[in-house]
């Protein structure tokens, strides 16, 4: 480290892009990684195009990774970097507009060339036009000082120019004072059989840190000391990552075998991969031909006795559909999980959107209520995967689990949770003393059935379909046994109110405004209310984790504001359930569609204009 | 599954209490009495038996069969009993299913199945029409019938399920007609008795869609000389005095008639049900007239349940991670005091 005091930050926030081509999702998981083991609050969010590779150069082959890094809680991966590292002409035009006057912008100067930018669809010259001048620019000769620095090591000249986003990573870890060595085990086991590429990796990495330090790259390096975090282990999770964990624990837990038939799709994809490592766990992840078979072979393992789940993404929820309506009508525990993207259709397939819940409470032929629950951060994943599996496995009826592209491909700090210290699971069996069991026999207070799986003998029947009686399960056409059991499996749902925590009020405890939301904006939202509180407003937060049943307090919590504005990433799904839910109130809605999370700014903005209107 | 020497089982054991509701003279009663009948001999417990079905005539049949049962949705089956056997591979697992639901609705989870190899038995009952939603023409119904739905006559051209069987890679396809209740007890025995994906395609008479259809074949005065029952190991032989056989001429299956025009007795091809190479067992599936019923293919591989099993004792025997809890702690760690 340099001869220059270092700074310390209470916050920064550092956006990484290049082409799609240039490592920046492992730029910035690496920073993320090192930033993580300093004891720093992290929250990251990568924005890369829904095509593998791109046309080289454009912006549409941009790809980009922000995270924010803090002493303080962090709750979002930051509205608008501090830092921008731009690896060509594509990048610095695709994210010119996020950066806030006088902050940093690291240019690779080699990619700035006349064709380059015109590619990129600058009319002039960049560095000339006068675009930059507001702002604090390193022109760095990124790719050509990587070649100098590993022209002697015997690289082809292919693997030199990769090495270039560890120069770059280089860099920013002297900006920010990282150490080098996490990123340095990182590569040692990630080429333990290529030696020479490890070593022009780390060699490109160490000349990126020394370079900055040579040319003093900030006025004075910075640092950002550890977040005041509640004590624990703990370790950087990714949201995919830590749903998949997180049924892991629930089969573990509840002494089940994990089964999750699933078919590839974005962003959920992950989901799939994770548990397809731990087979060994009891884990059993089947790639099926289709959606459909996906969850139908989950129908199957869960009426033999697994625990089974299904993971998707909207499309694939919208295939699902007829099966999830079996499963409902059969009374089988069963998670499935929607990673919501942009939609209709293919739509946004890499960009997130809330627009899905609408699918998941009514998205199926005839009167087919499921337990709904969201994810609010891509930790909070974990907890909500073993939740949806203990109230699927308690209460005998499908469970939708929303997640959304925002926190499966977002990283966080995740306190280190042991097996033993999880809540307890007790699937819903019937007891083998039970005197003439029946097959829709239930629960008193839950309305669950009690299950029974093929291999028991003398319980032997049958399920299925179609109507069935009450008790017994056989096929009934009786006009008031239907109607009957309409009632009783929405009830069941209902009743799982009785079971779930209420909900909770953040911020002011009553007041003038009330900020409603539901899953992966929790961040965002909290953080704009932290705001407000400093600006001494009366605003308070209610997210729900909970959607179906709602939390039995919510209308009493709705009760105590002067406005209710519920915020969310669609054209308005949860405000119009809660307008019919709970219409006694008035709801004023604030929503965004454009693939992209909610800015801090720019809800504290519509809170002041609600508040003062 | 657990296998036990003998079971004092008859075939009432396996009738549950449900009023079997099929149309008077249906071909699925012969089946159903069938299937009732075999599973004493099968050496399975009835506990351990799942029958899974999707929607339609022949999908009703779990309800009939005082096993564990899953009446499903429409082609979905394939995917259902999948999930069970993979679930609890000691599981006997049965999928009954028809025309529509298995090659149409169904078709991508038919053919998948029986690419995977999971150890199901499938049976696929071919009355070439929809029965259920009141007659119209199936994958299998002939080019040119004459349905509720193809007035003029059908102009798409049919699937042969035992071309699509042994095409999709199956491993095992037999035929039977509803008409022959021994041999269709032998054939669904050796479909239980063999490990893999086994289609069982039964013609299967619909009495009021599709009277009649097979009768080309299973009528009294043309079973004689339109139908081959062949077993493995023996030659192909049929006819009154057993005087027809089928012999290969060039790349053809062709019928020879012993004495006439030079053929012997050692020309008549003998059966080989267990040769992996399945060309000689889709020029028989393909064969119409005369149609060949009984084991065409029954060559056995390494199951896909086997395969999983095996990963997984490789997984355990390699991963650094021996529990949850290591999996959890593994990698970087920082601890907050």
Redesign the interface.
Known sequence: MGTTAVQELEKVVIKFAGDSGDGMQLTGTQFT?TS????NDIATFPDYPAEIRAPQGTVAGVSGFQVHIGQTQIYTPGDQPDVLVAMNAAALKANIGEVARGKTIILDIDNFKRKDWEKAGFEEDPLESGLLSDYHVIEAPITSLTRTALQDLGLDNKSITRSKNMFALGMVYWMFSRPLD?TERFLKDKFATKELIYKGNVKALKAGFNYADTIEALSSASTIL?AD????????IMGNEATA?GF??AA?KSGK?L?L?SYPITPASEILHEISK????GA?A?Q???E???I???????????L?ITTTSGPGLALKG??LG?AVM?ELPLVVVDVQRGGPSTGLPTKTEQSDLMQALYGRNGESPVIVVAAKSPADCFDMAFIASKLTLEHVTPVILLTDGYVANGSQPWK????EDLDTITPHDADKNMMNWQPYERDTNSLARYMV??????????????EKDGITG??SYDPKNHEEMVKIREEKVQRVANYIPELEIHGAQEGDLLVVGWGGTFGSLTTAINQCEVNERSVGQAHFSYIKPLPKNTAEVFGKFKKIVVCELNNGQLVNYLRAELPQFKYLQYNKIQGLPFRVSELTEEFVKILEA | MEKVETLEYTYKDFA?D?EVKWCPGCGDYAILKSVQKVMPEIGV??????F?SG?GCSSRF??Y?????????HG?A???????????P??SVWQITGDGDALAIGG??FI?AIRRNVDLNILLFNNRIYGLTKGQFSPTTDLGHKTKSSPQGTIDNPFNPGELVIGASGHFFARITDTNPKMMQKVIKSAAEHSGTCVVEIMQNCVIFNDKVFSDYTAKENKIDSIINIEHGKPMLFGANNEKGLILKGFKLEVGIIGENGVTEDDILIHDAYEEDNTMHMMLAKLKMPIVNGVIRAFEDETFEIR?KK??EE??RT?K?K???D???S???????
Do not use: C
């Open positions: 990684g993580a083991l300093l004891g996490y550890p975090m509640e004590p624990g282990l703990y370790k950087n964990w892991l624990a573990e075998e089964f038939g731990y087979k060994h766990f059993k089947f099926a031909e289709d459909i078979a996906g139908v072979s989950s129908i199957g393992a869960s009426f033999a006795g697994d089974a007829e099966a079996l059969t280190i949770k042991k097996i799986y093929p291999g028991m003998e003398g319980y032997e029947h049958r399920i299925g379909g179609l056989n096929i | 549950s449900q417990k009835k506990e351990d038996m799942v899974v929607i779990p309800y069969m005082n096993t564990y049962g899953f009446h499903s949705i979905r394939p995917a259902l009993a999948t999930g069970v056997k993979l679930a609890n000691s599981l991508n989870h998948h999983l990963q997984v997984i355990e991963s991670f529990s949850v809890n999996l959890f702690t990698g970087e760690t920082w601890e907050i005091k």
